[in-house]
Protein backbone atom coordinates (compact mmCIF):
# COMPACT_ATOMS: atom_id res chain seq x y z
CA UNK A 1 0.00 0.00 0.00
CA UNK A 2 1.08 3.35 -0.83
CA UNK A 3 2.59 5.22 2.46
CA UNK A 4 0.82 8.47 1.05
CA UNK A 5 -2.77 6.55 1.72
CA UNK A 6 -1.84 7.03 5.25
CA UNK A 7 -0.49 10.98 5.26
CA UNK A 8 -3.88 11.66 4.76
CA UNK A 9 -7.09 11.65 6.81
CA UNK A 10 -7.83 8.03 6.68
CA UNK A 11 -6.77 7.14 9.99
CA UNK A 12 -10.23 8.66 11.15
CA UNK A 13 -13.45 7.35 11.38
CA UNK A 14 -16.02 8.15 8.29
CA UNK A 15 -18.97 8.58 10.62
CA UNK A 16 -19.42 11.98 12.45
CA UNK A 17 -19.55 11.93 16.14
CA UNK A 18 -22.93 13.08 15.97
CA UNK A 19 -23.86 9.73 13.96
CA UNK A 20 -21.64 7.45 16.45
CA UNK A 21 -23.71 9.21 18.99
CA UNK A 22 -26.89 7.77 17.29
CA UNK A 23 -25.52 4.73 16.97
CA UNK A 24 -25.25 4.01 20.50
CA UNK A 25 -28.92 5.19 20.84
CA UNK A 26 -30.00 3.01 18.25
CA UNK A 27 -28.74 -0.19 19.67
CA UNK A 28 -29.10 0.83 23.50
CA UNK A 29 -33.05 1.43 22.19
CA UNK A 30 -33.09 -2.26 20.42
CA UNK A 31 -32.12 -4.22 23.96
CA UNK A 32 -34.23 -2.28 25.44
CA UNK A 33 -37.63 -3.15 23.55
CA UNK A 34 -36.29 -6.77 23.66
CA UNK A 35 -35.23 -6.77 27.39
CA UNK A 36 -38.82 -5.53 28.07
CA UNK A 37 -40.59 -8.12 25.74
CA UNK A 38 -38.42 -10.54 27.85
CA UNK A 39 -36.05 -11.72 24.57
CA UNK A 40 -32.64 -12.84 25.25
CA UNK A 41 -29.85 -11.38 24.51
CA UNK A 42 -27.13 -14.43 23.14
CA UNK A 43 -23.87 -14.05 21.81
CA UNK A 44 -22.54 -17.07 19.27
CA UNK A 45 -19.48 -17.24 17.30
CA UNK A 46 -18.02 -15.49 14.33
CA UNK A 47 -15.63 -17.89 13.56
CA UNK A 48 -17.08 -21.41 12.70
CA UNK A 49 -16.66 -25.18 11.40
CA UNK A 50 -19.42 -24.34 8.67
CA UNK A 51 -21.53 -21.32 6.94
CA UNK A 52 -24.00 -21.08 5.08
CA UNK A 53 -24.19 -23.23 1.17
CA UNK A 54 -26.48 -20.21 -0.07
CA UNK A 55 -24.69 -20.57 -4.05
CA UNK A 56 -25.03 -16.89 -4.28
CA UNK A 57 -23.64 -15.95 -1.28
CA UNK A 58 -19.88 -15.74 -0.40
CA UNK A 59 -18.06 -16.50 2.86
CA UNK A 60 -14.65 -15.44 3.76
CA UNK A 61 -12.54 -18.21 5.04
CA UNK A 62 -10.22 -18.32 7.55
CA UNK A 63 -7.02 -20.83 8.77
CA UNK A 64 -8.22 -23.30 11.16
CA UNK A 65 -7.16 -22.13 14.39
CA UNK A 66 -7.21 -25.42 15.95
CA UNK A 67 -4.45 -26.33 13.06
CA UNK A 68 -6.53 -28.85 10.79
CA UNK A 69 -6.72 -28.34 7.26
CA UNK A 70 -10.25 -27.52 6.80
CA UNK A 71 -10.99 -24.05 7.19
CA UNK A 72 -12.88 -21.98 9.62
CA UNK A 73 -15.22 -19.48 7.92
CA UNK A 74 -16.60 -15.70 9.33
CA UNK A 75 -20.18 -16.18 10.31
CA UNK A 76 -22.31 -14.25 6.95
CA UNK A 77 -25.11 -14.45 9.49
CA UNK A 78 -25.74 -16.06 13.25
CA UNK A 79 -28.84 -17.76 11.94
CA UNK A 80 -27.23 -21.96 12.71
CA UNK A 81 -26.06 -20.81 15.70
CA UNK A 82 -29.03 -19.29 16.67
CA UNK A 83 -30.57 -22.43 16.19
CA UNK A 84 -28.76 -24.68 17.63
CA UNK A 85 -29.97 -22.50 20.71
CA UNK A 86 -33.46 -22.39 19.55
CA UNK A 87 -33.50 -26.44 19.85
CA UNK A 88 -31.54 -26.59 22.94
CA UNK A 89 -34.61 -24.64 25.07
CA UNK A 90 -33.46 -21.33 24.71
CA UNK A 91 -37.11 -19.90 24.17
CA UNK A 92 -37.07 -16.14 22.70
CA UNK A 93 -33.59 -14.29 21.14
CA UNK A 94 -32.62 -11.61 19.69
CA UNK A 95 -28.31 -10.79 18.52
CA UNK A 96 -26.75 -7.93 17.78
CA UNK A 97 -23.62 -9.05 15.68
CA UNK A 98 -21.01 -8.95 13.22
CA UNK A 99 -21.05 -10.28 9.95
CA UNK A 100 -19.41 -10.61 6.78
CA UNK A 101 -19.39 -11.58 2.92
CA UNK A 102 -17.11 -11.29 0.99
CA UNK A 103 -16.76 -8.84 -2.35
CA UNK A 104 -19.56 -6.82 -0.67
CA UNK A 105 -18.52 -3.16 -1.19
CA UNK A 106 -21.16 -0.33 -2.39
CA UNK A 107 -22.92 2.65 -0.87
CA UNK A 108 -24.97 0.52 1.16
CA UNK A 109 -22.61 -2.70 1.29
CA UNK A 110 -19.20 -3.04 3.65
CA UNK A 111 -17.80 -6.48 3.78
CA UNK A 112 -17.93 -6.37 7.31
CA UNK A 113 -21.75 -5.23 8.82
CA UNK A 114 -23.58 -5.21 11.97
CA UNK A 115 -27.27 -7.38 11.73
CA UNK A 116 -29.83 -7.29 14.31
CA UNK A 117 -31.27 -11.12 14.07
CA UNK A 118 -33.94 -12.48 16.51
CA UNK A 119 -36.30 -15.96 16.31
CA UNK A 120 -39.75 -15.91 18.29
CA UNK A 121 -41.06 -19.53 19.12
CA UNK A 122 -44.59 -20.39 18.67
CA UNK A 123 -44.76 -17.18 16.17
CA UNK A 124 -45.62 -17.41 12.46
CA UNK A 125 -44.23 -15.23 10.15
CA UNK A 126 -46.84 -12.37 10.46
CA UNK A 127 -46.86 -12.08 13.82
CA UNK A 128 -43.38 -11.70 13.46
CA UNK A 129 -43.80 -9.18 10.99
CA UNK A 130 -46.58 -6.88 13.67
CA UNK A 131 -43.00 -7.33 15.70
CA UNK A 132 -40.29 -5.78 13.36
CA UNK A 133 -43.32 -2.66 12.43
CA UNK A 134 -43.55 -2.42 16.59
CA UNK A 135 -39.70 -2.34 16.81
CA UNK A 136 -39.14 0.12 14.22
CA UNK A 137 -42.45 2.70 15.76
CA UNK A 138 -41.04 2.65 18.61
CA UNK A 139 -37.16 3.46 17.09
CA UNK A 140 -39.00 6.25 14.93
CA UNK A 141 -42.79 6.88 15.48
CA UNK A 142 -43.16 9.27 12.16
CA UNK A 143 -43.43 6.24 9.80
CA UNK A 144 -46.47 5.82 7.70
CA UNK A 145 -48.96 2.68 8.46
CA UNK A 146 -46.83 -0.40 7.23
CA UNK A 147 -48.10 -2.33 3.88
CA UNK A 148 -47.93 -6.20 2.43
CA UNK A 149 -47.97 -6.88 -0.52
CA UNK A 150 -47.31 -10.09 -2.33
CA UNK A 151 -44.39 -11.03 -4.93
CA UNK A 152 -47.33 -12.04 -7.68
CA UNK A 153 -49.05 -8.50 -7.48
CA UNK A 154 -45.48 -6.83 -7.58
CA UNK A 155 -45.04 -8.51 -11.25
CA UNK A 156 -48.34 -8.32 -12.71
CA UNK A 157 -48.19 -4.09 -11.32
CA UNK A 158 -44.85 -3.87 -12.73
CA UNK A 159 -44.26 -6.18 -15.88
CA UNK A 160 -47.87 -7.55 -16.48
CA UNK A 161 -46.56 -11.63 -15.87
CA UNK A 162 -47.40 -14.07 -13.45
CA UNK A 163 -43.78 -14.91 -11.57
CA UNK A 164 -44.98 -18.27 -10.19
CA UNK A 165 -46.33 -19.71 -13.72
CA UNK A 166 -44.27 -18.01 -16.47
CA UNK A 167 -41.34 -19.29 -17.90
CA UNK A 168 -37.97 -19.19 -18.47
CA UNK A 169 -37.96 -18.11 -21.59
CA UNK A 170 -40.93 -16.15 -21.62
CA UNK A 171 -39.33 -14.09 -18.48
CA UNK A 172 -36.10 -13.59 -20.40
CA UNK A 173 -38.15 -12.19 -23.28
CA UNK A 174 -39.75 -9.73 -20.82
CA UNK A 175 -36.38 -8.89 -19.12
CA UNK A 176 -34.44 -7.89 -22.32
CA UNK A 177 -37.19 -5.12 -23.04
CA UNK A 178 -36.81 -3.69 -19.73
CA UNK A 179 -33.13 -3.96 -18.96
CA UNK A 180 -30.01 -3.89 -21.30
CA UNK A 181 -28.74 -7.16 -19.97
CA UNK A 182 -26.03 -9.57 -21.48
CA UNK A 183 -26.69 -12.48 -18.77
CA UNK A 184 -27.27 -16.15 -20.06
CA UNK A 185 -29.06 -18.64 -17.87
CA UNK A 186 -32.04 -20.80 -18.27
CA UNK A 187 -32.17 -20.15 -13.84
CA UNK A 188 -35.70 -19.12 -13.67
CA UNK A 189 -34.52 -17.03 -10.65
CA UNK A 190 -31.74 -15.53 -11.95
CA UNK A 191 -34.15 -13.27 -14.22
CA UNK A 192 -36.74 -13.10 -11.51
CA UNK A 193 -34.01 -11.47 -8.92
CA UNK A 194 -32.78 -9.36 -11.89
CA UNK A 195 -35.96 -7.92 -12.69
CA UNK A 196 -37.05 -7.24 -8.72
CA UNK A 197 -33.71 -5.64 -8.39
CA UNK A 198 -33.48 -3.34 -11.20
CA UNK A 199 -37.29 -2.68 -12.15
CA UNK A 200 -39.76 -3.50 -8.87
CA UNK A 201 -36.91 -2.67 -5.87
CA UNK A 202 -36.56 1.49 -6.77
CA UNK A 203 -40.14 2.01 -6.21
CA UNK A 204 -40.61 -0.30 -2.89
CA UNK A 205 -41.26 1.44 0.23
CA UNK A 206 -41.20 5.18 -0.91
CA UNK A 207 -44.81 6.34 0.52
CA UNK A 208 -44.83 3.67 3.27
CA UNK A 209 -42.36 1.01 4.51
CA UNK A 210 -43.75 -2.80 2.97
CA UNK A 211 -43.10 -6.20 3.11
CA UNK A 212 -43.17 -8.46 0.37
CA UNK A 213 -44.60 -11.56 1.13
CA UNK A 214 -45.60 -15.09 -0.65
CA UNK A 215 -42.29 -15.34 -2.45
CA UNK A 216 -41.79 -18.20 -5.27
CA UNK A 217 -40.55 -21.64 -3.77
CA UNK A 218 -38.29 -22.10 -5.44
CA UNK A 219 -36.59 -19.03 -3.44
CA UNK A 220 -37.69 -20.64 0.16
CA UNK A 221 -34.11 -20.52 1.38
CA UNK A 222 -34.65 -22.02 4.92
CA UNK A 223 -38.84 -21.14 5.44
CA UNK A 224 -41.50 -23.63 5.20
CA UNK A 225 -43.82 -23.97 2.14
CA UNK A 226 -47.36 -23.77 1.80
CA UNK A 227 -50.27 -23.14 -0.91
CA UNK A 228 -51.34 -19.48 -0.86
CA UNK A 229 -55.34 -18.68 -1.00
CA UNK A 230 -54.96 -19.28 -4.99
CA UNK A 231 -53.52 -22.97 -4.02
CA UNK A 232 -50.31 -22.08 -5.26
CA UNK A 233 -47.50 -23.40 -3.16
CA UNK A 234 -45.33 -20.03 -1.89
CA UNK A 235 -42.46 -20.07 0.43
CA UNK A 236 -43.42 -18.59 4.04
CA UNK A 237 -40.66 -15.54 3.77
CA UNK A 238 -40.92 -11.66 3.84
CA UNK A 239 -38.73 -8.94 2.79
CA UNK A 240 -39.02 -5.22 4.44
CA UNK A 241 -38.15 -2.02 2.26
CA UNK A 242 -38.11 1.28 3.14
CA UNK A 243 -37.30 3.88 0.76
CA UNK A 244 -36.18 1.23 -1.52
CA UNK A 245 -33.74 -0.46 0.79
CA UNK A 246 -34.30 -3.71 1.49
CA UNK A 247 -33.95 -3.73 5.54
CA UNK A 248 -35.10 -6.94 6.83
CA UNK A 249 -35.23 -10.51 5.79
CA UNK A 250 -37.55 -13.03 7.26
CA UNK A 251 -38.56 -16.91 7.65
CA UNK A 252 -41.46 -19.01 9.15
CA UNK A 253 -38.12 -21.12 9.76
CA UNK A 254 -38.07 -24.72 8.18
CA UNK A 255 -38.23 -27.20 11.12
CA UNK A 256 -37.87 -30.24 9.38
CA UNK A 257 -34.50 -32.06 9.40
CA UNK A 258 -35.24 -34.21 5.93
CA UNK A 259 -35.72 -31.40 4.17
CA UNK A 260 -33.61 -29.18 5.36
CA UNK A 261 -30.92 -32.28 4.10
CA UNK A 262 -32.42 -32.23 0.76
CA UNK A 263 -32.23 -28.11 0.61
CA UNK A 264 -28.22 -28.40 1.32
CA UNK A 265 -27.63 -30.87 -0.92
CA UNK A 266 -29.20 -28.83 -4.05
CA UNK A 267 -27.32 -25.90 -2.67
CA UNK A 268 -24.44 -27.97 -3.40
CA UNK A 269 -25.36 -28.76 -6.61
CA UNK A 270 -26.19 -25.12 -7.81
CA UNK A 271 -22.53 -24.37 -5.84
CA UNK A 272 -20.89 -27.05 -9.04
CA UNK A 273 -22.78 -25.90 -11.58
CA UNK A 274 -22.15 -22.33 -10.87
CA UNK A 275 -17.95 -23.66 -10.46
CA UNK A 276 -17.80 -22.41 -6.51
CA UNK A 277 -16.57 -23.35 -3.71
CA UNK A 278 -18.28 -26.37 -2.18
CA UNK A 279 -18.93 -25.84 1.54
CA UNK A 280 -20.19 -28.65 3.78
CA UNK A 281 -23.30 -28.61 5.68
CA UNK A 282 -23.44 -27.56 9.09
CA UNK A 283 -23.88 -30.93 10.79
CA UNK A 284 -24.18 -28.74 14.08
CA UNK A 285 -27.55 -27.16 12.71
CA UNK A 286 -28.70 -30.57 11.16
CA UNK A 287 -28.02 -32.29 14.33
CA UNK A 288 -29.93 -30.01 16.52
CA UNK A 289 -32.71 -30.15 14.15
CA UNK A 290 -33.09 -33.76 14.54
CA UNK A 291 -33.17 -32.99 17.99
CA UNK A 292 -35.77 -30.67 17.48
CA UNK A 293 -36.46 -27.37 16.47
CA UNK A 294 -39.40 -25.28 17.39
CA UNK A 295 -42.19 -23.86 15.37
CA UNK A 296 -40.57 -20.27 15.49
CA UNK A 297 -39.84 -17.37 12.96
CA UNK A 298 -37.04 -15.79 12.60
CA UNK A 299 -35.53 -12.48 10.84
CA UNK A 300 -32.47 -10.28 9.80
CA UNK A 301 -32.37 -6.66 10.12
CA UNK A 302 -29.36 -4.46 8.90
CA UNK A 303 -28.49 -1.87 11.78
CA UNK A 304 -26.26 0.20 9.31
CA UNK A 305 -28.81 0.30 6.93
CA UNK A 306 -32.04 1.05 9.61
CA UNK A 307 -29.39 3.66 10.92
CA UNK A 308 -28.92 5.56 7.38
CA UNK A 309 -32.59 5.68 7.45
CA UNK A 310 -33.09 7.39 10.68
CA UNK A 311 -30.47 9.72 9.90
CA UNK A 312 -31.37 10.34 6.09
CA UNK A 313 -27.62 9.50 4.84
CA UNK A 314 -27.20 7.98 1.71
CA UNK A 315 -23.88 5.88 1.89
CA UNK A 316 -23.19 3.37 4.27
CA UNK A 317 -19.83 4.90 5.41
CA UNK A 318 -21.47 7.59 7.39
CA UNK A 319 -22.82 5.52 9.97
CA UNK A 320 -20.02 2.93 10.09
CA UNK A 321 -16.49 4.19 11.93
CA UNK A 322 -13.90 2.44 9.65
CA UNK A 323 -15.43 1.27 6.21
CA UNK A 324 -13.13 -1.70 4.87
CA UNK A 325 -10.77 1.12 3.09
CA UNK A 326 -9.59 2.09 6.48
CA UNK A 327 -10.20 -1.17 8.36
Not at 203 to 225: D, H, M, N, R, W
Amino acid sequence: MDDSFFEEKNWQPTATFANINARAKLLAAIRSFFSDRNVLEVETPLLAHYSVTDPHMQAITAQNPLGGSSPFYLQTSPEYAMKRLLAAGSGPIFQICKAFRKGEASRRHNPEFTLLEWYRPDFDDHQLMEEIEGLLRALNANWPAFEKVTYHSLFEQHLQINPHSIDVGSLQKVARQYIDVQMDSDNKDDWLNLLLAEVIEPTLGIKAPVFVIEYPSSQSALAQLSPNQQGVEIARRFELYIDSVELANGYFELNDVTEQRRRFNQDQQMREQLQRPTIASDQFLLAAMEHGLPSCSGVALGIDRLLMLLLKVHTIDDVIFFPVGRA
